[in-house]
């Protein structure tokens, strides 16, 4: 059992950036890959960002490549996603999941409680 915790959401205008952490409990947060997805008002949930296990593989929604960077710390249960040059669509509830390595929410079994970015234009 993992549980995830998402931190880091707030506001931000066009152009700044923001970094969501999510800390994982459990002793085997370190054997699951972990992904980011996003929800906006409306919208169906969407990938964002996926990395291995290991972090030595990761993966981007083509929205996101170049601008966000995701990144792990299996000494400290936590992951993180480095947001820059953001933008108004980029304004969602994001997720942060663990689960087998992909870009599809059926393959990640535990999910966080979600956390706000809102983008202002």
């Known amino acids: 059992q993992v549980q995830l915790v998402e931190s880091g959401g707030g506001l931000v205008q066009a152009g700044g950036s923001l970094k969501l952490s999510c800390a994982a409990s459990?002793?085997?947060?370190?054997?699951?890959?972990m992904g980011w997805f996003r929800q906006a008002p409306g919208k169906q949930r969407e990938f964002v960002a996926a990395?291995?296990?290991?972090?030595?593989?990761?993966d981007y929604a083509d929205s996101v490549k170049g601008r966000f960077t995701f990144s792990r710390d299996n000494a400290k249960n936590t992951v993180y996603l480095q947001m820059n040059s953001l933008k108004p669509e980029d304004t969602a509830v994001y997720y942060c999941?663990?689960?087998?390595?992909?870009?599809?929410?059926?393959?990640?079994?535990?999910w966080g409680q979600g956390t706000q970015v809102t983008v202002s234009s």
């Open positions: 999941a663990a689960g087998d390595y992909g870009d599809t929410a059926g393959r990640y079994d535990y």
């Open positions: 459990g002793r085997t947060f370190r054997t699951y890959a």
């Open positions: 990395i291995s296990w290991s972090g030595s593989n990761t």
